[in-house]
């Protein structure tokens, strides 16, 4: 059987294809709304420090003056070009810019902005070598007004990125503080972030959907991140506020399945409680509770006895789908070094995942 080739780019191997390819030919990343296509930049900093500088154009609302202006020379009877000082010209630093959510731009400023992606200049000024370009837009089918010129788009590169499924984000998640009981919520209803051009998610009510018109809330890796205050803060919110706050970030269909997992919370036992006795604490009966658990667990140990007196509670657990995301969250996440050398662990991996093992 041979390796499965597709033709779409995940999120974690952009920085890779950018810095590689993306001093050569200009990158455009499209995908639907909210997957993080925009975060490439912060992530493209965190790969290549302080040696370039790092712009952001918010393309729709910019005008051509606040891109460049060409102003009387008097002296020689011409214009000259004045670049705007967003693209730092006072530095002699090489740039990496990202043209945000490109193809929603006007015509006219498309066709400067195709000149900043095929010949690396603003207006008549070039940019430093080594400069990347690279641009961010939704799919035509997503139905938000992309569209491109097609002699810019047969010179540049324009790649599909896929949509991260539920056990991608919540690792995602996990490094960025999101609540365990947010994790545990998406955890248990993996199709929350289904694509719609997967096919068969009409009745998906949680995801965007452009032939749903006029719905603007919807679950994406996105509004799960901007929703998270709005989980961590309920009890000072209320309900009637907290209620709100969830429908207005990630959808209706998202708050009345959500709002039932908030009060699982004071139910919970302790996963100090668990470490201590892991073979006489009582296992949740109800799913949800048993996945909010296991992320507690990923985010509270630290050391080796810790995870082996978890993983003694754990193999009482009858459910193998929590099993099997408490395995996954821990050798992937946070805690990888400790569970990738412990014995326990690792008895657990071959017998029920072998092909997850180091």
């Not at 740039?95 to 945000?100: F, S, T, Y």
């Amino acid at each position: 059987m041979g390796i499965q080739i597709n033709d779409t780019v995940a999120l974690s191997d952009i920085p890779l294809l950018l810095t590689t390819v993306g001093k050569d030919i200009t990158v455009v990343l499209k995908g639907e709304p909210g997957i993080g296509k925009s975060s490439a930049l912060h992530t493209l900093e965190d790969v290549l420090g302080d040696a370039y500088d790092y712009i952001y154009v918010d393309c729709p609302v910019q005008d051509l003056s606040d891109i460049v202006m060409r102003i009387p020379n008097h002296g020689t009877k011409s214009l000259e070009a004045y670049v705007s000082s967003l693209f730092r010209f006072d530095s002699p630093k090489p740039k990496v810019i990202m043209l945000d959510e490109f193809m929603k731009t006007n015509k006219l400023l498309q066709t400067l902005f195709t000149r900043l992606m095929l010949e690396r200049s603003v207006g008549d000024k070039a940019l430093p070598a080594g400069s990347i370009v690279f641009a961010t837009s939704n799919h035509s089918s997503d139905g938000v007004g992309d569209a491109m010129l097609a002699h810019a788009g047969n010179r540049v590169m324009v790649v599909n990125v896929d949509k991260p499924r539920h056990v991608a984000w919540n690792l995602w998640a996990s490094s960025r503080g999101i609540s365990s009981v947010l994790r545990a919520w998406v955890a248990m209803n993996p199709k929350c972030l289904a694509s719609y051009l997967d096919g068969e998610q009409d009745d998906n009510e949680f995801i965007f959907n452009p032939t749903r018109r006029g719905v603007m809330s919807f679950v994406s890796p996105r509004s799960l991140a901007k929703v998270d205050v709005v989980v961590k803060n309920h009890n000072k919110l209320g309900r009637s506020l907290t209620r709100a706050g969830l429908a207005g970030t990630c959808g209706v269909a998202f708050a009345n399945a959500f709002e039932a997992y908030l009060m699982l919370e004071k139910e919970l036992v302790s996963v100090r409680t668990i470490i201590n006795d892991p073979l006489n604490t009582p296992i949740p009966e109800k799913p949800a509770a048993l996945f909010m658990t296991m992320f507690n667990a990923v985010d509270t140990i630290e050391t080796q006895d810790d995870l082996s007196s978890f993983m003694e509670f754990v193999n009482r657990i009858k459910s193998e789908e929590v099993q099997e995301c408490f395995f996954t969250m821990a050798l992937q996440g946070r805690i990888s070094r400790l569970a990738s050398r412990n014995l326990q662990m690792k008895e657990w991996g071959v017998k029920n995942l072998p092909l997850m093992m180091p």
